[in-house]
């Protein structure tokens, strides 16, 4: 099996730095694209930023500027840094992590998935 662990969310004011983690652990053979999306109420899930398995990042420009993601691929880690964060950057924060992984002793999978999701709220 695999698991996703995230950490890090909380309530922050504006400006306030804020680093998220999700680690992933479990039968996990390789780790593809690493990224961070985000869902506030009433609106549609988002795309925050993504990390491939050579580094190459991406962001959603909303973000640009102040968010900064990265991995430990030692520790199957991604990380969102948060600075300057706004009010309208609150919502639940989920990492989605495409990988390969074991699911019985002679057979692969690849498969993407999702952490349980991180609340963060940025009061003015």
């Known amino acids: 099996q695999v698991q996703l662990v995230e950490s890090g969310g909380g ?3 504006a400006g306030e730095s804020l ?3 999700c680690a ?10 690493m990224a ?5 109420p009433g609106k549609q899930r ?5 990390i491939t398995s050579s580094g190459r990042t991406e962001y959603a ?7 900064a993601i990265s991995r430990d691929n030692a520790k199957n880690t991604v990380f969102l840094q948060m600075n300057s964060p ?24 690849r498969e ?9 709220t940025v009061s003015a």
């Open 46 to 50: 988002e795309l925050v930023a993504s």
């Open 61 to 67: 420009d909303s973000v640009k500027g102040r968010f």
């Open 11 to 13: 309530l922050v004011q």
């Open 19 to 21: 680093r998220l983690s």
């Open 112 to 120: 993407d998935f999702w952490g349980q999701g991180t609340q963060v």
């Open 86 to 109: 706004k009010p309208e950057d609150t919502g639940v924060y989920s990492c989605n992590v495409d990988l390969v992984w074991r699911p019985t002793m002679f057979s692969s999978k």
């Open 36 to 40: 961070w999306y985000r869902q506030a």
């Open 24 to 33: 992933a652990s479990g039968s996990i053979l390789g780790i593809f694209a």
